[in-house]
T-cell receptor, first 115, second 112 residues
Framework: DSGVTQTPKHLITATGQRVTLRCSPR?????VYWYQQSLDQGLQFLIQ???????AKGNILERFSAQQFPDLHSELNLSSLELGDSALYFC??????????????FGPGTRLTVL | GESVGLHLPTLSVQEGDNSIINCAYSNSASDYFIWYKQESGKGPQFIID?????DKRQGQRVTVLLNKTVKHLSLQIAATQPGDSAVYFC???????????FGKGTMLLVSP
């Protein structure tokens, strides 16, 4: 158990809908990362938040957004869903001390299926 | 469990064999590399890392080799066990950045 929790574990929805995925980082970790894992693309970095502020952005679509709350949990919002958004979505957290890489601990993921 | 990827290269070995999983990384500026293991239905889990000032690092039953000249990374697993069956990813990081870039992954299947 990494200490990172994600809910829900599975989510099934229809095209055009909007969903929210939730992540709670390990105790003491200030950074949260979101990744998308699909069959075709592997693990793709989407976005990173550090202590409530956006720090880095990867291949995140404009239909997707995220935020990190004062208690450090994070939510990833996916809107106008398309079939191609079906994937595993992982959250990871790290201490993220400045100037160096810190190990990222991954949650168990949320499986999103868009029908 | 859930399938992580149906389009991954697959390495099939017998229990007790040594396994070698390879990875070609993309960015010559990357200076820190990590191998992750992902079991079915779970998130990636750290296995071993190596910095660019090294060419070899050993852990428990695992060894990572780095060849910066050809931008190649390998993971060697000694005496492979059925519990080693998983998808293995390499990831690269550039100093000063907190983000990772993952490779495509290799599925390791270990037969008893």
């Amino acid at each position: 158990d990494s200490g990172v929790t994600q809910t829900p574990k599975h989510l099934i929805t229809a095209t055009g809908q909007r969903v929210t995925l939730r992540c709670s980082p390990r105790s003491g970790d200030l950074s949260v990362y979101w990744y998308q894992q699909s069959l075709d693309q592997g693990l793709q970095f989407l976005i990173q938040y550090y202590n409530g502020e956006e720090r880095a952005k990867g291949n995140i679509l404009e239909r997707f957004s995220a935020q990190q709350f004062p208690d450090l949990h994070s939510e990833l919002n996916l809107s106008s869903l398309e079939l191609g958004d079906s994937a595993l979505y992982f959250c990871a957290s790290s201490v993220d001390l400045a100037g160096e890489y810190n190990e990222q601990f991954f949650g168990p993921g949320t499986r999103l299926t868009v029908l | 469990g859930e399938s992580v990827g149906l389009h991954l290269p697959t390495l099939s070995v017998q229990e007790g064999d040594n396994s070698i999983i390879n990875c070609a990384y993309s960015n010559s500026a990357s200076d820190y590399f990590i191998w992750y293991k992902q079991e079915s239905g779970k998130g990636p889990q750290f296995i071993i890392d190596i910095r660019s000032n090294m060419d070899k690092r050993q852990g428990q039953r695992v060894t990572v080799l780095l060849n910066k000249t050809v931008k190649h990374l390998s993971l060697q697993i000694a005496a492979t066990q059925p519990g080693d069956s998983a998808v293995y990813f390499c990831a690269e990081n550039i100093r000063g950045y907190s983000t990772l870039t993952f490779g495509k992954g290799t599925m390791l299947l270990v037969s008893p």
